[in-house]
Each structure stands twice: as structure tokens, then as C-alpha cells.
């Protein structure tokens, strides 16, 4: 029960959120975190600072083109769209990281069991094996505990 109380205060927080930044900054954010870390990476000279400055710039230049979408959107009054936009994708992304992340980290373990939560385990049913995507990004060691939870 203190499972499903922490989800839905949260996701209301995130929906809130969403609502003020919008979809546009809160899809460049998220797409300039991912894409930098990707350029970073993939950059074959990582030695000193280059990998810094290679996630700087790629973040940048993400964040930038957000902006000019951003100004594009103002200037068509798309303003309420996006922001009914970002309230969604707030809450999406929340769920994904707290379900997938928090949850199983702070939760698995103490007298709080995964398995008294009926959000939990409905949400987390759905995101590994309807759209199984998500099992990619989950490192072993949280799979581990995830598997721990749900017993």
C-alpha cells in the first residue's frame, strides 16, 4: 500500500512538472542526455577530456535545436499541445524509471514487499513483457532484484 501511495504522489508530481516544462524541453532534455552519452562513447579518442567535451557539445547542440522547436511552437500557439504533451511524457518517463529503477532498489529487502503493490506489479507486468524494450536498458544487477521482488 505505501508502494502504490509513493507511485501515484509521485507521477502526480511528474505530471505536474511535465505540465510547466512542456514536451519540448522534456523530450530534448531526455533525448540530450541519451544522444550525448551515445556520442561520448562512441568517440574513439576518450583519452583526457575528450570525452567530456564530445557529451558537452552533442548535449548542446540537442538542447539548442529543443529551443528553436520550442520558438516554432510558440509562434503556431501550440503552446497548450505541448504542454499537455509534457504532462504525458512526465509521467511516462517517471513511471519507466521508478518502476524499472527506484522501486525495486529502496523497496526489495524491507518490510514494504513489491508484491503487496497492485500498481507495481501491473506496471511493471506491462513494461517487461508487453513491450519488452525496456528489459535492454536494465543493468544484471537490478534484474537480479527486480526478480528478488516479484517472488
Known amino acids: 500500500m505505501a508502494i502504490d501511495i509513493f507511485l501515484t504522489l509521485t507521477v502526480v508530481l511528474a505530471v505536474w512538472l ?55 511552437i510558440s509562434f503556431f500557439y501550440l503552446n497548450i499541445l505541448d504542454r499537455i504533451g509534457g504532462a504525458a511524457l512526465g509521467a511516462c518517463i517517471w513511471l ?6 527506484i522501486i525495486p532498489a529502496v523497496f526489495c529487502g524491507t518490510y514494504m514487499s513489491c508484491g503487496q503493490s497492485h500498481i507495481y506489479k501491473t506496471v511493471s507486468h506491462v513494461m517487461q513483457f508487453e513491450v519488452t524494450v525496456f528489459k535492454d536498458y536494465i543493468s544484471q544487477s537490478l534484474g537480479r532484484i527486480m526478480i528478488e521482488c516479484r517472488k
Open 18 to 72: 511535465g505540465w510547466f516544462a512542456g514536451f519540448t524541453r522534456t523530450f530534448f532534455a531526455f533525448l540530450a542526455g541519451f544522444l550525448a552519452v551515445f556520442a561520448a562513447s562512441k568517440y574513439p579518442h576518450q583519452k583526457g577530456l575528450n570525452f567530456y567535451l564530445v557529451f558537452v557539445i552533442t548535449a548542446l547542440l540537442v538542447i539548442m535545436s529543443g529551443g528553436v522547436t520550442l520558438r516554432l
Open 96 to 101: 519507466v524509471v521508478s518502476v524499472n529503477i
